[in-house]
């Protein structure tokens, strides 16, 4: 399995990190996992974790959320992180609309310009997209040259139909064993095989019947096996699929 998205940096993992990440990939449950920066501190945790795990690889972005604390030489200090050999996209970044605590104007304009860094540099974006549909949506389709990912895609079916005629990869989690996420499991049923991933997203949204405990890797089974009833295929060819959708959509990833 690969875990196309993850926050191992998060304090919930402080207390076992080492530990869990070193059984996780001795044991081959998982054979990559990509941890997603938040901001540019984060950024730099997750490259030392990168350097000390070979399977663990890192994203460098500034998170809406924390649109507004970006310091003014931000996308120099992302360009020159990106240069790392294991970072292999720029992310997380979007727009949040749920919480409004980030003027919007100025998550906009943050999220422009790192779509546009990811542009210069040839990498993938990775894209939070919270109550922010359109907005996410035009952003990318004005840029034709982007490779990105929507991750924990939450969207309807019409936007992952939209997403999937522009070649936009879209990742599913835990929710989609969630009771009340029916929506997302139509979204997800509606993505072509080519175009879909999976993640954790953790410490956060573990699968039922885990929902509201800390998520792990080992977990992603779980979500894969729901994905696979759901749109008729079996687990092992979701695993595959998934897989070699994550390796091509990032190729800094040593298979």
Same mark, same amino acid.
């Given at each position: 399995?690969?875990?196309?998205?993850?926050?191992?940096?998060?304090?919930?993992?402080?207390?076992?990190?080492? &530990?869990?990440?070193?059984?996780?990939? =001795?044991? /081959?449950?998982?054979?990559?996992? %990509?941890? *997603?920066?938040?901001? +540019?501190?984060?950024?730099?945790?997750?490259?030392?974790?990168?350097?000390?795990?070979?399977?663990?690889?890192?994203?460098?972005?500034?998170?809406?959320?924390?649109?507004?604390?970006?310091?003014?030489?931000?996308?120099?200090?992302?360009?020159?992180?990106?240069?790392?050999?294991?970072?292999?996209?720029?992310?997380?970044?979007?727009?949040?609309?749920?919480?409004?605590?980030?003027?919007?104007?100025?998550?906009?304009?943050?999220?422009?310009?790192?779509?546009?860094?990811?542009?210069?540099?040839?990498?993938? &974006?990775?894209?939070?997209?919270?109550? =922010?549909? /359109?907005?996410?949506?035009?952003? %990318?389709? *004005?840029?034709?040259? +982007?490779?990105?990912?929507?991750?924990?895609?939450?969207?309807?079916?019409?936007?992952?139909?939209?997403?999937?005629?522009?070649?936009?990869?879209?990742?599913?989690?835990?929710?989609?064993?969630?009771?009340?996420?029916?929506?997302?499991?139509?979204?997800?049923?509606?993505?072509?095989?080519?175009?879909?991933?999976?993640?954790?997203?953790?410490?956060?949204?573990?699968?039922?019947?885990?929902?509201?405990?800390?998520?792990?890797?080992?977990?992603?089974?779980?979500?894969?096996?729901?994905?696979?009833?759901?749109?008729?295929?079996?687990?092992?060819?979701?695993?595959?699929?998934?897989?070699?959708?994550?390796?091509?959509?990032?190729?800094?990833?040593?298979?």
């Amino acid at each position: 399995m690969l875990d196309s998205h993850a926050h191992y940096d998060d304090a919930r993992f402080d207390g076992d990190r080492d &530990a869990l990440l070193t059984a996780l990939f =001795a044991e /081959k449950t998982v054979t990559h996992i %990509v941890n *997603a920066a938040t901001d +540019l501190p984060s950024a730099r945790v997750c490259e030392a974790l990168s350097e000390r795990y070979d399977g663990m690889y890192h994203t460098v972005g500034v998170h809406p959320q924390e649109a507004s604390g970006a310091p003014a030489e931000y996308i120099d200090v992302l360009r020159r992180l990106a240069q790392h050999p294991k970072a292999v996209a720029v992310g997380e970044i979007g727009l949040d609309y749920h919480y409004d605590d980030v003027p919007r104007d100025v998550q906009r304009r943050v999220f422009a310009r790192q779509l546009d860094l990811a542009c210069e540099l040839g990498l993938p &974006a990775v894209i939070h997209d919270r109550e =922010a549909h /359109k907005d996410c949506i035009d952003e %990318v389709l *004005a840029r034709p040259a +982007l490779q990105c990912v929507f991750h924990s895609f939450s969207g309807s079916e019409e936007s992952a139909r939209v997403l999937a005629r522009r070649g936009v990869y879209m990742a599913f989690n835990g929710v989609v064993t969630f009771k009340n996420a029916e929506k997302t499991r139509r979204a997800a049923k509606a993505v072509p095989d080519e175009l879909l991933l999976v993640e954790t997203d953790c410490p956060y949204l573990a699968p039922h019947p885990h929902r509201g405990k800390r998520n792990d890797s080992a977990l992603m089974r779980l979500t894969i096996a729901a994905l696979a009833e759901q749109r008729g295929q079996t687990p092992e060819y979701i695993e595959r699929i998934t897989t070699e959708n994550a390796l091509r959509l990032f190729p800094k990833i040593l298979r």
